[in-house]
T-cell receptor, first 116, second 110 residues
Framework: QKEVEQNSGPLSVPEGAIASLNCTYSDRGSQSFFWYRQYSGKSPELIMFIYSNGDKEDGRFTAQLNKASQYVSLLIRDSQPSDSATYLCAVNPRGHSGAGSYQLTFGKGTKLSVIP | DAGITQSPRHKVTETGTPVTLRCHQTENHRYMYWYRQDPGHGLRLIHYSYGVKDTDKGEVSDGYSVSRSKTEDFLLTLESATSSQTSVYFC?????????FGQGTRLTVV
């Protein structure tokens, strides 16, 4: 059983601070990694994906991947109250180069609360 | 939204009745998924499809069946609904790795 683990939270950070969200996965062969944001009562929306070790930045978001440690994280800089949501980590055993997507496995999510 | 429509959005049904949920996409993506989301369990894969008439089971497939007769449509059927199948159901599609979700269907089995 492939597992994706996240701290359920809630994680509370003050407005303007850096929020750090963490995820570990059990399948060492996993190739691609995704972060989704889900507001209460809404569907998950993709915010970041990463395939290679290291950091990937997109605006206020930075995804970090360490395949040796089977660890992926999401940093949110200058956190805003609108960032308050549940963040889902997802892992795909297949790569992105033409193979498409198979069984995307999700963690249970970390609830983030940004305090004004 | 990435061209995904789920119907119905809300449904209340009685125990023992069959229920079919529909997912329709306009993106021509190869892969389609059905997930259910429950408090404390997160998103769990029910079934997925990797092409027309090509489907496979996910983590929680018991009591569910699926069909995909066209690229754009993926149907999820609860053969005889039970109260444990009360949940929010999400359809997702994927072409090159990342998945995009529909709006969800809230199903209540009474």
């Amino acid at each position: 059983q492939k597992e994706v683990e996240q701290n359920s939270g809630p994680l509370s950070v003050p407005e303007g601070a850096i929020a750090s969200l963490n995820c570990t996965y059990s399948d060492r062969g996993s190739q691609s990694f995704f972060w989704y944001r889900q507001y209460s009562g809404k569907s998950p929306e993709l915010i970041m994906f990463i395939y290679s070790n290291g950091d990937k930045e997109d605006g206020r978001f930075t995804a970090q991947l360490n395949k040796a440690s089977q660890y992926v994280s999401l940093l949110i800089r200058d956190s805003q109250p609108s960032d308050s949501a549940t963040y889902l980590c997802a892992v795909n055993p297949r790569g992105h180069s033409g193979a498409g997507s198979y069984q995307l496995t999700f963690g249970k999510g970390t609830k983030l609360s940004v305090i004004p | 939204d990435a061209g995904i429509t789920q119907s119905p959005r809300h449904k209340v049904t009685e125990t023992g009745t069959p229920v079919t949920l529909r997912c329709h996409q306009t993106e021509n993506h190869r892969y389609m998924y059905w997930y259910r989301q429950d408090p404390g369990h997160g998103l769990r894969l029910i079934h997925y499809s990797y092409g027309v008439k090509d489907t496979d089971k996910g983590e929680v497939s018991d009591g569910y069946s699926v069909s995909r007769s066209k690229t754009e449509d993926f149907l999820l059927t609860l053969e005889s609904a039970t109260s444990s199948q009360t949940s929010v159901y999400f359809c997702a599609i994927s072409g090159t790795g990342e998945a995009f979700f529909g709006q969800g269907t809230r199903l209540t089995v009474v």
